[in-house]
């Protein structure tokens, strides 16, 4: 009776050990096939939940990395779009220079006029650019509005918003992709600090406005300077607020009209019954400076303020022109700064990768060792269990 409880625990022990060693073998096949070193959850839980979580980043990683050539491409376009619209600006500030030519005769004022308003159409037309998903470029996040629209007599109104479309480029950082049309177009640092000049000024007049500022950012009055003429050649002026005289002295160009808050300076040649009115503006829209110029273009040359204005409009382009350049260093910063994230996250995936590697990655030399000596043992177990299946209780009989 023992011999034969002794037989069948031989038998049962052999037949654990031969399942034993073919879960091995077909473990270490499997490995082998693959190339992994973890096939299931089960083979190390905690080693597999890491990977999971390493493998959820890199997947994170990924798309952030997508986010950044959508947001380069259309930081692209938009940094085209710009550098157009500089050179518009330029070119319509050197045309008007040319008009400034008191020996120009009035066809060829009038080509300059022409030349001005194929100028400013394109730069409408350029405004009102859409990208390759059917979204206007400049219209803030009111993507599917058309950003300016033209009136009848010329002036250019702004439909869209002052926000900027932005992409997340990282779990902390997101970047700008565009930049609204008003903040490009239609606020631009006005280059004679506070104030607009309208110019009335006598036959062989050449002042000018160069600076007007009001340190009274609360005063919302116009005011108005009269030249008249004073002793020894000199010229007195008037300074007047809202229609009432605050100041009258003699001129002295380097020390220029100061009132209060208010300090004008001013240059050129200036003549008796002169007039300067300013009237507050801390912007100025490139729209307008092309409705100008067209318009001052049909004047006569002989105008001393036409040829004011006309000095006024190629200030307000040079402006336009400079406040374009900023805005596309701008756009620069904004790539540089896509850049960095990219080689930010092109190094955290290689690192995530390396630890990947170290936890799922097969050492194939250690794993065709480990297969060997499992198969040596395999069949070792497997002629055991052929000589335990061959006694039998008449071997003893």
Not at 48 to 53: I, K, M, R
Not at 199 to 209: A, M, T
Not at 267 to 293: C, H, N, W, Y
Request: hydrophobic letters at 35%; a negative charge; zero cysteines.
């Amino acid at each position: 009776m023992l011999t034969r409880i002794s037989s069948f625990h031989n038998y049962q022990s052999v037949q654990n050990d031969i399942s034993r060693q073919e879960a091995k073998v077909h473990q270490n096949s499997a490995q082998l096939a693959s190339g992994k070193k973890l096939l299931t959850a089960g083979d190390d839980p905690v080693a597999a939940l890491y990977a999971q979580n390493l493998t959820q980043k890199k997947e994170e990683l990924r798309q952030y990395s997508d986010t950044i050539i959508l947001a380069r491409n259309r930081l692209e376009r938009h940094e085209v779009a710009i550098a157009n619209a500089e050179q518009f600006a330029d070119d319509a500030k050197r045309s008007v220079m040319e008009m400034i030519n008191g020996s120009l005769a009035p066809e060829d004022r009038y080509a300059h006029a022409q030349d001005i308003k194929g100028i400013a159409d394109n730069f409408l037309n350029l405004t009102n650019m859409l990208d390759e998903s059917g979204n206007y470029l400049f219209s803030g996040t009111k993507s599917k509005t058309q950003p300016f629209f033209r009136s009848n007599d010329g002036t250019v109104a702004y439909a869209g918003d002052e926000y900027q479309r932005s992409l997340k480029v990282s779990g902390s950082i997101e970047v700008a992709v565009n930049d609204s049309g008003s903040k490009l177009f239609t606020e631009i640092k006005n280059p004679f600090g506070d104030y607009d000049p309208q110019y009335s000024l006598k036959e062989g007049s050449e002042l000018l406005l160069s600076k007007a500022t009001n340190t009274n950012y609360t005063d919302p009055a116009t005011y108005e300077i009269s030249f008249n003429a004073g002793a020894d050649g000199k010229y007195n002026y008037q300074l007047s607020k809202d229609g009432s005289a605050v100041k009258t002295a003699q001129f002295d160009p380097a020390d220029g009209i100061k009132y209060e808050g208010v300090d004008i300076q001013i240059r050129g040649q200036l003549k008796a019954g002169d007039t300067i009115t300013l009237e507050p503006k801390k912007t100025i829209s490139v729209f307008d400076s092309f409705k100008k110029a067209q318009e001052l273009a049909l004047n006569d040359v002989s105008d001393a303020s036409s040829t004011a204005e006309l000095h006024q409009v190629t200030d307000e382009f040079h402006a336009a022109f400079i406040h374009l350049s900023q805005a596309q260093a701008e756009v620069g910063t904004r790539q540089n700064t896509l850049d960095q994230q990219e080689m930010q996250h092109q190094d955290f995936d290689l690192t995530i990768s390396k630890s990947l590697s170290s936890i799922e990655d097969l050492d194939y030399a250690q794993a065709v060792i480990e297969f060997s000596e499992n198969t040596r043992a395999l069949q070792a177990s497997q002629q055991a269990f052929g000589k335990v299946k061959d006694i039998t209780l008449f071997n003893y009989v």
